[in-house]
């Protein structure tokens, strides 16, 4: 059973928390399958694994400009132990992968992978969240993206809350919605309201009859994850995983063959610095042994409600919070150390 520990910073009512709670059971499943379509890739006959992991975006960055200051991190943290591996996970919106236009971050998660103890820890940061941008001053932390794409968005992230995060994964969810004809659509609920909404966008032939349980094909899956006038920005991201995680379960029960002929559709929408063949054997255990990490996610956002308020300034909103706060929890959750 996953285990949650769930603050809501920004989303107060009811309906938004049930909200938020699904979303983070989709944010693992996300990052399950991802991988158990990579292990697939690494698995296969050594003639092919070159070629397919070639359509991945392999984009470094600068390690010794990423706002790391060794100094600040705990003496008995986790922080050199090969058990853990850490990186974070950027969802973009920017139907751009090759970051010509960088949009700005939508989803921004770091993920902390015990790989003894087969479990996940999962660190999502309000997208809203009010802090310093290195050369751009304080704003919301998703501008990072937009500004300095994966380099200064790793930099902002370090230089404020104190870690060492070097590695990251892109993922342009909106290029990834093509591939939904090729599998034959996705089913999906959708309200009436929801509905309406895609209709007035498309075409007489990609109209929907009606609500409930819906086979959407790419079309109208691009117009749903575009919906920003039913809900709000978190409503929006929701729908999004929503589709992706509704793609990639249809995927990964298809056979290993059928999963390489997609992977070239799919694999062309991530961006990583991460060194595929250095992690191949963790990918193939993780693809192996997917349901043993599914039941051991554990999710926390920081920084809190707890600690955590509402910020208005020249009529845009922030979320402000206690820095001194949310690096403890930092220290708690990313370098896994011991509280006393």
Known sequence: MLNYYVNCAIIPT????KILKKALKIISKIL????VIVGVIVGAKNLFIKSKLDKINYKEVDVEDLGIDEENIP?????????????????SDSRDISNEYSGRSDTIMIVVLNNID????????????YVNVPGYGYTKI???YAY???????KTINSNFGLNLTQYITIDFSG?????????????????????????GVDANNKIAGPGLVNLNGTQALRHSRNRTIGNDFTRAYRQRTILVSLLNKIVNKSPDEILSLSDSLLVNLTTNMDIEKYKKLFLEIKNERQKYLANVSSVQIPSEEYGYDY???????FNFDMSRAKADFIKYYYLTPQE
């Open 142 to 144: 998703n501008h990072a």
């Open 32 to 35: 399950i399958l991802i991988i």
């Open 312 to 318: 208005m300034l020249d009529g845009v909103y922030y």
């Open 176 to 200: 990834l919605i093509e591939s939904i004809d090729k599998v034959g659509g996705i089913e999906v609920n959708l309200t009436q309201e929801e509905v309406d909404f895609i209709n007035r």
């Open 148 to 154: 300095g794409q994966e380099q200064l968005s790793l």
């Open 75 to 91: 003496e008995n943290s986790t922080k050199v132990s090969e058990e853990y591996t850490r990186f974070v996970i950027f969802g």
């Open 14 to 17: 009811l309906g938004e928390v």
């Open 118 to 129: 087969k479990d996940l820890n999962i660190i999502s940061i309000p997208r809203d969240t």
